[in-house]
């Protein structure tokens, strides 16, 4: 099949925006909004929220989709007060999307960045090359190509030419989640927010407690594989949390989606404000020891 060619590219965006301008009249607008002052609306964005899926070509939005469309906004403005203050202190603000999957939070930050006239460059960055052919083809359709470019590669892996500015994770998996933090604070970056998954390197080593017979306070958890899943997760992020704050950044862990849309729904936010914070690193140590001693390998890599 061949490729569009240009002027097919821009026919399709012409005729999607006339449709969503028609479409999404101030009644329809506010029906959908229900009071909330939403920063991504259908009819400011239809490029976005189709590349997204969330907008079919007619450019309406199924009820189906409505739920989804009302998280990428709550993300959004979670995340645009930093990323605001980032654009303030910068002419242009480099971002890294780690782990960035399809592109969701890339696309995102992107347009969102670029609709309030702020010049931002973003790199997001997978090890699967299919899904980052697809974030490319995403990124077409959205219109933001010259300032989303994509590396197919491990974190481990990556060489960036300049540090970022912010990184961001989003849902990266288990360990994938330290290593973008490793990366935002060996880089030095001024922001660095992650939406944890699947965290389950404590829950390895409470296992390995337990077989080993290992007697401890905490070791009624270390033998309850539910609850062993369940704990290692929140505790995980509460360690990683003195990790960032050891590291000189003020940090905030807080819900970002409702815990009836998904039950990985922690977001860490930090804002690099000051030097190494060596009480932090004595939380961290103090609540590794009163949970049986096994903590994260995130704690030697910063």
């Not at 005729?15 to 329809?28: C, D, G, I, V, Y």
Request: glycine letters at 6%; charged letters at 20%; one cysteine or more.
């Amino acid at each position: 099949m061949a490729e569009p060619t240009d002027a097919t590219r821009e026919r399709w965006a012409s005729e999607l925006a006339a449709r969503a301008a028609a479409h999404w009249t101030p009644a329809r607008t506010a029906a959908l909004t229900n009071g909330k002052a939403l920063r991504i609306l259908p009819a400011a964005a239809p490029h976005l929220l189709r590349a997204l899926g969330l907008i079919d070509e007619d450019a309406k939005l199924p009820p189906t989709r409505v739920r989804k469309f009302l998280q990428i906004n709550h993300m959004v403005a979670l995340l645009a007060p930093a990323l605001a203050e980032l654009c303030a202190a910068h002419p242009v603000v480099r971002i890294v999307d780690a782990g960035c999957g399809r592109s969701y939070l890339t696309l995102l930050l992107a347009w969102y960045a670029r609709s309030r006239g702020h010049r931002v460059e973003v790199l997001g960055v997978d090890r699967n090359a299919d899904v980052i052919a697809e974030a490319q083809r995403r990124t077409a359709i959205a219109g933001l190509s010259e300032i989303v470019r994509y590396a197919a590669t491990p974190l481990e892996a990556l060489v960036l030419p300049e540090p970022p500015h912010a990184l961001f994770a989003l849902h990266a998996c288990d360990t994938a989640t330290c290593d973008a933090i490793t990366l935002g604070v060996r880089a030095e970056a001024e922001l660095i927010a992650v939406a944890p998954c699947c965290q389950a390197e404590l829950a390895r080593g409470w296992a390995a407690l337990d077989d080993a017979g290992t007697v401890g306070d905490f070791a009624p958890v270390w033998g309850a594989p539910h609850l062993r899943r369940e704990l290692a997760a929140h505790l995980t992020d509460a360690m990683r949390v003195q990790l960032l704050r050891a590291a000189g950044y003020a940090v905030t862990a807080l819900e970002f989606i409702a815990p009836e849309h998904t039950a990985k729904n922690t977001l860490i936010r930090a804002t690099r404000r000051g030097p190494p914070d060596p009480a932090a690193r004595a939380a961290y140590d103090a609540l590794v020891a009163s949970t049986g001693g096994a903590g994260l390998a995130l704690a030697d890599r910063m």
